[in-house]
């Protein structure tokens, strides 16, 4: 062996699963790079500026539920591609594609579990699956988390993310909204709260539906929430908006929503929610 190789086989290179790419995590608002394991025990929060990245269905049962344990519900079988939808795409390829980047039936996963030792069923919708966008899939997941809710007797929490309806299928995804509220007043009827935890971005027909209709409405901190777009309503009104308009804190400042809770403490908030409208809580009273 020349020197070079032994010097070359003595520097301590890292191993592949501990690479550059995967030690640091860039932050997408103040662009510092942190590290994967700081910003992960952080609840995937920027340490420096306090940026909420966008996470999915299971680091959210995994921050939210009891020692992270947790069951998923099945996921309703529905009608796929019911328009035969074709952009520069087939609606089916774009289906395909989601389902294998995200490893997830559709955009809205539930699950149940415990919080602080009380029961909940807790639904996440994923931004990564084609925008957390709401077509017949994600209103039938919806039922499902509601009535899972009714069985069990206890709160369902949903938290949205999500550009709006899904263009692909048309007017049936507009009749998720019908849907989802007719869902709602089943919860209602069976005296179980609805607790909605608005994420970044919840836009479009989610906002104009289930994502508003909470008992009780939290949002993430920055988190942008609004029907249409800034530049939109800009365009329409002609006026120009105020800063941070559409953002969290802009909406808690106007009484849109209730409170908004850093994601750090927000398993913790829920529990006390939980604790004071949950039915066998008042048995137990």
């Not at 559709?106 to 699950?111: F, K, P, R």
């Not at 809710?149 to 949205?160: H, N, Q």
């Not at 939109?232 to 009104?237: D, P, Y």
């Not at 106007?254 to 398993?267: E, F, T």
């Amino acid at each position: 062996m020349s020197w070079l190789s032994r010097v070359r086989s003595g520097i301590p290179f890292l191993p592949k699963r501990q690479s550059a790419d995967n030690l640091w995590h860039k932050c997408k608002k103040c662009g510092t790079m942190v590290f994967v394991k700081e910003w992960e025990e952080n609840y995937s929060v920027c340490p420096r500026c306090d940026f909420h990245d966008r996470i999915g269905p299971d680091k959210r049962f995994e921050q939210l539920f009891d020692a992270a344990e947790f069951e998923v519900l099945p996921t309703p079988e529905v009608r796929e591609d019911p328009l035969r939808f074709r952009d520069t795409k087939r609606y089916t390829e774009r289906l395909k594609a989601a389902r294998a980047t995200t490893d997830e039936r559709d955009a809205l996963i539930n699950a149940r579990g415990r919080i602080d030792g009380r029961r909940a069923i807790v639904g996440v919708q994923d931004f990564a699956f084609m925008g957390g966008s709401m077509g017949i899939a994600v209103g039938a997941a919806f039922l499902v988390g509601v009535r899972a809710a009714i069985e069990s007797c206890c709160p369902y929490i949903l938290f949205t993310a999500a550009g709006g309806a899904r263009m692909q299928e048309g007017i049936l995804s507009l009749m998720q909204m019908p849907r989802t509220t007719v869902g709602l007043a089943e919860l209602k009827d069976a005296g179980l709260p609805y607790i909605v935890v608005l994420t970044d971005p919840t836009t479009g027909g989610v906002t104009a539906s289930y994502a508003m209709l909470g008992d009780v409405q939290i949002a993430e901190p920055g988190a942008l929430i609004g029907f249409a777009g800034q530049r939109v309503i800009e365009q329409t009104i002609r006026e120009k908006l105020p800063d941070g308009f559409q953002r969290a804190e802009y909406l808690l400042e106007h009484g849109m929503i209730d409170m908004v809770i850093p994601r750090s403490q927000l398993k913790e908030k829920l529990g006390l929610l939980i604790s004071f409208l949950s039915p066998e809580t008042k048995a137990a009273a």
